[in-house]
């Protein structure tokens, strides 16, 4: 009851810890990750501490780069603030024109991501014993193998195949995946597609 009251990504983060235990004390619990998943209709969403290169057609006055702020609105000329946080690019260029529509007749607005951080919950979040855990911007047809690489591998005290991932966009239903054989074997087969929101969980053997 008293999780239900936390953040969701406190929870989330909580959920991958104790996934993270449960991994250590038992390996091939889960089955395994499916090794592609269908992410055809995916479109990238903005988040805080992305870049956004706003340009306004035949008013190049008002185009301009902004930051998208820790509250996920963004200021521009005309603009006081704007929401940007949860929108695509698209979505985003014609809020803007619907504000500039004030002050500009038709104005034609085109956004550009050009720092890409993203919205918390479609980022690819690594704990356990990567060399470098830390949270990566999900990108369009991402592996396993790609986050591996971006983490720096494994410690040298990681169990590999006991490793796993936790899949927010289904419900926080686990999977299992062997990074030893991917990393240190050269198994490709061992590479399988992410999803945005996955969390790897890496334990670290015991023996």
Not at 134 to 146: F, G, H, I, S, V
Request: glycine letters at 6%; one cysteine or more; charged letters at 15%.
């Amino acid at each position: 009851m008293m999780l239900n009251m936390l953040p969701r990504q406190v929870r989330l983060m909580f959920a991958a810890l104790l996934a993270l235990f449960a991994a250590g004390c038992a390996s091939h619990a889960y089955p395994p990750a499916p090794t592609t998943v269908d992410t055809s209709s995916y479109s990238y969403i903005i988040g805080p501490g992305d870049t956004i290169n706003i340009i306004v057609w035949r008013n190049p006055e008002l185009s301009m780069t902004v930051p998208v702020r820790p509250d996920g609105k963004l200021a521009a000329p005309l603009v006081d603030e704007i929401v940007a946080q949860g929108k695509t690019p698209v979505q985003l260029a014609r809020a803007l024109e619907q504000v500039l529509g004030k002050y500009v007749r038709d104005p034609v607005v085109t956004v550009l991501v050009t720092n890409f951080v993203g919205p918390y919950s479609e980022q690819i979040r690594v704990v356990g014993a990567a060399a470098k855990p830390q949270a990566l911007p999900y990108k369009n047809r991402m592996t396993l193998l790609d986050v591996m690489i971006a983490v720096g591998g494994l410690t040298d005290f990681a169990a590999g195949n006991s490793a796993t991932i936790l899949r927010t966009s289904e419900h926080n239903k686990q999977y299992s995946v062997r990074l030893r054989d991917l990393i240190r074997g050269g198994d490709i087969s061992a590479n399988v597609d992410m999803k945005p929101g996955d969390i790897l969980i890496i334990p670290q053997s015991y023996f």
